[in-house]
């Protein structure tokens, strides 16, 4: 597997004259090797070289977690007291022109302490590369992908089961999180987001001490992690009888996001998928209220490339997986969201989640 992963990486250096990649530890990482290592002071590297070649570049008190691995390359470990950028000017012997792609979540300090050795290279993000080779979804992956989103499934059927006027916005969000232990998770994905009547109107709303009420919709927004693998679905729901306006944003919303899933397909443009739901929106006149994108791509990371959004002229292709989730805020009122995961197949696409979306009421 490493050997597939690792040529496709090479690949993508060669096409943008990249002469190293330096990984720290993040998702990248994770990718290439499953070292699920803890980003901290301490320098943690896994350096590549054009050619292929890996080193790793790691404290002594690491060194076994690596060679678990089971990676063929060398590790170079260091005792604290040492100074690790001497194992990288042995590893990299950078020309003046060299091009260094460096980890997006390298921390800014292990960055500053490297740059002096090479004065004249040209530092750029390892997403120019590793966004490239992650994008497409390996059948293993999409098998991942979709296992941890039935795990959703069943946590959004749960809570919403669970969910009474009264509670609070936080009591539901820390239930949330033991649910998806529970349904066999590995731990969540991010915070769930749980937004009840006018604290929907912001699409990230944190939860808070608000009680839940009666007449108000309430957003879920959550997801877990499942053997590096990331789930997220949203719903919304209605604690007792909703008003009308409210059901109308409800049924606009829904049909959005329907039309954006079955435009998903081989070939066409992200931005088209952005515009299905937009259009959908704005011909009901709700087109101001929509303020973020249709998606986001997910796989180890829970927002990655693809983006499914009008800038985005990238052409889907079998493989990527992202979610779709179009929504109205109307300000100090209420907000409506539904978000699915879906794939791209060889001619349409393949949804994981398969929780209703007609309108809950509670």
């Not at 260091?78 to 100074?83: E, L, M, N, S, V």
Request: with cysteine; aromatic share 6%.
């Amino acid at each position: 597997m490493l050997a597939a992963k690792l040529n496709a990486v090479t690949k993508t250096m060669s096409a943008n004259n990249i002469d190293y990649i330096i990984l720290s530890p993040s998702e990248n990482l994770f990718y290439l090797t499953e070292l699920d290592i803890l980003q901290d002071e301490r320098m943690h590297l896994m350096v590549i070289s054009a050619a292929g070649n890996i080193t790793f570049i790691v404290p002594a008190m690491s060194k076994e977690l690596v060679e678990k691995a089971s990676i063929d390359a060398p590790i170079l470990a260091w005792d604290d007291g040492d100074d690790p950028v001497e194992l990288v000017a042995e590893v990299i012997k950078a020309e003046s022109t060299a091009k260094i792609a460096v980890d997006d979540k390298m921390w800014s300090q292990h960055l500053i302490s490297i740059q002096p050795l090479y004065p004249q290279a040209v530092f750029t993000p390892a997403s120019q590369v590793m966004s490239q080779v992650r994008i497409i979804k390996a059948k293993d992956e999409q098998e991942k992908l979709a296992q941890v989103a039935a795990i959703a499934d069943q946590v959004m059927e749960q809570i919403i089961s669970e969910i009474e006027v009264g509670q609070t916005e936080q009591q539901v969000a820390a239930r949330i999180e033991v649910l998806f232990k529970e349904f066999g998770a590995d731990d969540i994905s991010f915070k769930p987001i749980v937004a009840a009547g006018e604290n929907a109107s912001v699409p990230h709303h944190r939860p808070s001490a608000k009680v839940l009420q009666d007449g108000d919709f309430v957003i879920l927004d959550l997801g877990g992690k499942l053997k590096g693998y990331c789930s997220d679905i949203t719903r919304t729901i209605a604690l007792g009888e909703p008003a009308a306006e409210m059901k109308k944003v409800y049924a606009v919303v829904k049909e959005a996001q329907e039309a954006a899933c079955q435009g998903v397909a081989p070939g066409r443009p992200c931005s088209d998928i952005d515009a299905l739901a937009r259009d959908v929106i704005s011909g009901h006149g709700y087109g101001e209220l929509f303020v973020h994108r249709t998606g986001h791509g997910i796989g180890i990371d829970i927002h990655e490339e693809p983006y499914i959004v009008e800038t985005n002229k990238r052409k889907l292709e079998p493989g990527m997986a992202f979610s779709i989730e179009p929504g109205i805020y109307v300000p100090g009122k209420f907000g409506v969201r539904i978000e699915d995961i879906v794939i791209v197949g060889e001619a349409g696409f393949n949804r994981l989640n398969n929780f209703t979306r007609e309108l809950i009421r509670k």
